[in-house]
């Protein structure tokens, strides 16, 4: 990652590769603003990293359901004033729930879209459609596999986070000619509280491991990318198989 | 206590205690931020916490039940130099902690054996150090959290003071300590001078402890219990620390993340421990006298003499090891001295290690294993040689008006317990049930010492 772009900002900052990607970051010496909803577990981090990396490390508590002009305002102010430019912006919150699944209520599935795609479509609205302004140098968002092959279980997080591939697809189109690098990374099994204690079919990678990946490459223009790579090839399997198999499948 | 698997993420793990005797199978949940945690302790009707999971005995698990783990929770909330306090959670390693002031030249004390202990597993035993002091007198406040009261601040001087004994020395009971103000020092000297001298026997440590304990920061023996013969049983060496400005070539203050289930795995020469108790102590020996009489160690490493010798540990192999430490008055010491070189001599256990220092404090808290005293520790291989042994060793610290540590013998009855501690122990027991009525807070170590 180029030493010249040293401000970031991290959605979804408090936990997971979130709060791993804050503290490689602030070792490198990096600017960062982290958001996220739980003011005290923002607080500990940054006050922790202030103590112990060169990092300037500001913290901003806003929860991205119901999203608006207002929380709109305030992270963008804040961005300004604690940060000047925002040339990396990394999209790595995520929620799901245990009644995303059906019958769906209406307020699972609004809650879920919100914070998991239409907050961060916002935020990358703005960042985009000001990119010269935060002198933007990359976009890297955290996606799932869930998103390119659905299923009924977690329907409404699959749902979001393909929307938020959608739209940054877009923006990376519009931005091109910019040489802006954009990365949307279809996470597997990440070794989370999410995930944690849950049978899973193949080994979880630790957030430490993912948030490296995502420093390492942010200069890259990657486009879509499986990360532990194998997945790439588990996905592409299921997406060729015919619907009277994979309706049968339970995964 | 419940065994279907509990409303938030889990997984059914076995854990083990550092000495590898204890064993049991929980629901294990690692609550990443503020909100998980304190849903997941209201939310579980009984609980175990778990800091580095380095304790001897099992206290962060009970068979069946849910232990929470304070992994996530180990940052530095805040530094001030000018008042000399930090403010930390739980999770946060000694080592970590003391890298992070000695950068800024400051100190910290009393620090346990090992650099991977939690700052949180360090207040539930209220660990001594290697002579002076004990962690409650570091304290400054903390923050506890009780599913049944909230979170309280908890000082001396407040309404909640009488928790600050409770919970220092109160083996995770009390409930999830969320942060700890800790008084810090400034740094005397940049590095460690460790004097050597050698010691006879048994009898005449207290003596020479006493005289060197005047002169130095820090003094304490190590003593080859293995000895046959009686004019040079415990004979061994005795280490003066003092800081000093003199410069080291060595800053080791990178330390392994040693774990209660990496202890256990087999390595090379695990198989051997059994049969290794002489020999680990002629070996030591053989090393300490190939030594310079005077050595200077950075501050870290001299801290942490274990740090960097994690092979101790791994040698006793998935079996373990059991570790039984007493405080004996200084009165009874020689008569105690006569009847520990007796049962030694008839049981021939496998001592890998004997140690001793002197304690002046009367600080009589509860089970803290707090009084004036010598205090006599002995490693032994875990087999039923050594049961037997650490049973004798049982009826000499009642005979001789001594004190068990409860947070280091994993085998320690509660009779044993009552015998020594008496009143302590029921004013403990009262004191717990008055504060957590529904006794929420469960572990194995609970369970054996409150039976």
Redesign the interface.
């Given at each position: 990652m180029s030493q010249v772009s040293s401000a970031a900002l991290i959605i979804g900052a408090s936990s997971g590769v979130g709060r791993a990607l804050a503290e490689q970051l602030a070792k490198k010496g990096y600017k960062l603003l982290l958001v996220a909803r739980q003011e005290r577990d923002l607080s500990a981090l940054a006050n922790h990293l202030n103590q112990t990396t060169s990092g300037k490390v500001s913290y901003l508590s806003l929860d991205l359901s119901n999203w608006n002009e207002e929380k709109s305002q305030r992270l963008f102010e804040r961005a300004e004033n604690s940060l000047g430019d925002v040339s990396r912006l990394f999209l790595i919150s995520g929620a799901n729930s245990e009644s995303d699944q059906f019958p769906l209520s209406s307020r699972t599935l609004s809650s879920l879209f919100e914070v998991n795609a239409l907050a961060p479509i916002h935020i990358a609205n703005q960042i985009t459609t000001e990119h010269k302004k935060w002198k933007l140098k990359s976009i890297t968002v955290c996606s799932s596999i869930a998103a390119p092959v659905p299923r009924s279980r977690n329907i409404a997080y699959a749902t979001a986070k393909a929307a938020l591939e959608s739209f940054v697809t877009g923006c990376r189109h519009y931005l091109s000619s910019q040489n802006i690098p954009f990365q949307i990374y279809r996470l597997g099994y990440v070794d989370t509280n999410l995930s944690f204690g849950q049978k899973l079919l193949f080994p979880a990678i630790s957030p430490e491991n993912v948030a490296q990946v995502l420093i390492k490459k942010s200069d890259k223009d990657l486009g879509i990318v499986y990360l532990p790579f194998y997945w790439r090839f588990i996905i592409l399997v299921l997406k060729a198989l015919p619907w009277t198999i994979y309706k049968k499948l339970s995964f | 206590m419940s065994i279907e698997s509990p409303p938030f993420?889990?997984?059914?793990s076995q854990l083990v205690s550092f000495d590898g005797t204890e064993k049991a199978e929980v629901w294990?949940?690692?609550?990443?931020?503020?909100?998980?945690l304190f849903s997941t302790l209201k939310t579980a009707e009984h609980f175990s916490i778990q800091g580095a999971g380095l304790s001897l005995p099992l206290a962060s698990a009970a068979e069946g039940g849910i232990t929470v783990s304070s992994e996530?929770?180990n940052?530095?909330?805040?530094?001030d130099p000018e008042n000399l306090e930090i403010t930390v959670?739980p999770n946060l390693r000694v080592g970590d902690l003391l890298k992070?002031l000695l950068r800024r030249g400051y100190w910290f004390s009393p620090l346990p054996g090992h650099p991977n202990i939690s700052i949180g597993g360090c207040i539930g035993f209220n660990i001594h150090g290697k002579s002076k002091g004990y962690f409650s007198q570091s304290i400054k406040s903390f923050m506890l959290y009780q599913p049944d009261h909230g979170e309280l601040e908890v000082r001396q001087d407040n309404e909640h003071a009488f928790l600050f004994g409770l919970t220092l020395g109160g083996a995770g009971s009390t409930g999830f300590v969320t942060q700890v103000t800790l008084q810090i020092q400034e740094l005397e000297g940049e590095s460690l001078k460790k004097k050597k001298l050698p010691l006879a026997n048994l009898w005449e440590a207290p003596e020479q402890l006493e005289t060197l304990k005047t002169l130095h920061a820090q003094v304490y023996s190590w003593n080859d219990l293995t000895q046959k013969d009686r004019l040079s049983f415990g004979k061994g060496t005795l280490y003066c620390e003092d800081f000093s400005s003199a410069v080291t070539s060595t800053n080791s203050n990178d330390f392994t993340r040693l774990t209660a289930k990496n202890r256990g795995h087999v390595r090379p020469g695990s198989l051997l421990a059994p049969m290794m108790g002489r020999k680990i102590n002629r070996a030591y020996s053989i090393k300490e006298s190939l030594k310079e009489t005077v050595e200077t160690l950075d501050a870290f490493s001299g801290a942490f003499p274990i740090s960097g010798n994690e092979i101790y540990f791994h040698l006793f192999g998935a079996k373990g090891y059991r570790e039984s430490q007493l405080l004996i008055p200084l009165d009874n010491w020689k008569a105690f001295c006569d009847d520990l070189y007796l049962i030694t001599q008839k049981a021939l256990p496998d001592i890998t290690l004997g140690s001793l220092k002197l304690f002046n404090e009367t600080y009589d808290n509860y089970l803290n294993f707090t009084h004036k005293g010598v205090v006599l520790a002995i490693n032994a291989v875990a087999n039923p040689k050594t049961l037997s042994y650490f049973s004798e060793l049982d009826k000499l610290v009642i005979r001789h008006q001594g004190l068990p540590n409860v947070y280091k013998d994993s085998r320690l009855s509660s009779d044993v317990i009552e015998q020594t501690y008496g009143e302590r122990l029921h004013r403990f027991k009262r004191d717990l049930l008055q504060f957590d009525k529904r006794r929420r807070v469960q572990s194995a170590f609970l369970q054996r010492i409150l039976k």
């Open positions: - | 993420p889990s997984s059914f294990y949940t690692k609550p990443d931020r503020y909100h998980s996530a929770f940052r530095i909330l805040s530094f959670e992070f």
